[in-house]
């Protein structure tokens, strides 16, 4: 089955501390993953993906075969990164996208 | 930058009658896609179309649901006869190729069925 699971529904932590957005997957082949984020009353869009293996706005993902996570991380949690963030996979059928259930992560002051 | 837009940004109506979601896609992209989602839930997929015609579609998107590309710029969702569980935010996407590129969303459209 093809499956995208996040865990947390919410991480709250406080500005300047490491944050690390869990992403678990399901998938028999070989997958293309992505991290989408939603503002508050925006639309979501691309983070990254694992693929461009880059880094934007100081986020990270490494995708993990072995371990199947593709997992968010940024060292210093900023209060505008606040906002729902949404793993996604694309299987390679047809081109559409499966995604998680969403972490949505409340940075403090 | 070019964006997808979606008319209504809400939609209020009632059981049993038939609504029409607009999406305008990003001019050169070939493959369009609605998702939804239910308040609290995930993001889900519905269907994606391409060449005029459906690719792919969930189970979700049974006989009440249609999409059109009516001309070269429109992209519709029609739900024949609206069901209270069709209460949604429903997302238009696009994108210009298939293979691992990004889907520009639109801002979505609430509907709301009483």
């Known amino acids: 089955a093809q499956r995208v699971t996040q865990p947390e529904k919410l991480l709250s932590v406080f500005k300047g501390a490491p944050v690390e957005l869990k992403c678990n997957y399901s998938?028999?082949?070989?997958?293309?993953l992505f991290w989408y984020v939603q503002y508050s009353r925006q639309r979501l869009q691309l983070l990254l993906r694992?693929?461009s293996r880059e880094s934007i706005k100081g986020f990270t993902a490494d995708l993990n075969k072995g371990e199947t996570s593709f997992h968010l991380k940024k060292p210093f949690a900023q209060e505008e990164d606040s906002a729902m963030y949404y793993c996604?996979?694309?299987?390679?059928?047809?081109?559409?996208?499966?995604f998680g259930q969403g972490t949505e992560l409340s940075v403090k002051p | 930058e070019p964006e997808v837009t979606q008319t209504p940004s809400h939609q209020v109506t009632q059981m049993g009658q038939e609504v029409i979601l607009r999406c305008v896609p990003i001019?050169?992209?070939?493959?369009f896609y609605w998702y939804r989602q239910i308040l609290g839930q995930k993001v889900e997929f519905l269907v994606s179309?391409?060449?005029?015609?459906?690719?792919?579609k969930s189970e979700i998107f049974d006989d009440q649901f249609s999409v059109e590309r009516p001309d070269g710029s429109n992209f519709t969702l029609k739900i024949r006869s609206t069901k209270l569980e069709d209460s949604a935010m429903y997302f238009c996407?696009?994108?210009?190729?298939?293979?691992?590129?990004?889907?520009?969303f639109g801002p979505g459209t609430r509907l709301t069925v009483t």
């Open positions: 996604a996979l694309y299987p390679n059928q047809g081109g559409k996208l499966i």
């Open positions: 179309f391409y060449n005029n015609e459906i690719s792919e």
């Open positions: 998938y028999s082949g070989s997958p293309e």
């Open positions: 694992h693929i």
């Open positions: 001019s050169n992209h070939l493959y």
């Open positions: 996407a696009s994108t210009r190729t298939v293979v691992g590129y990004e889907q520009y």
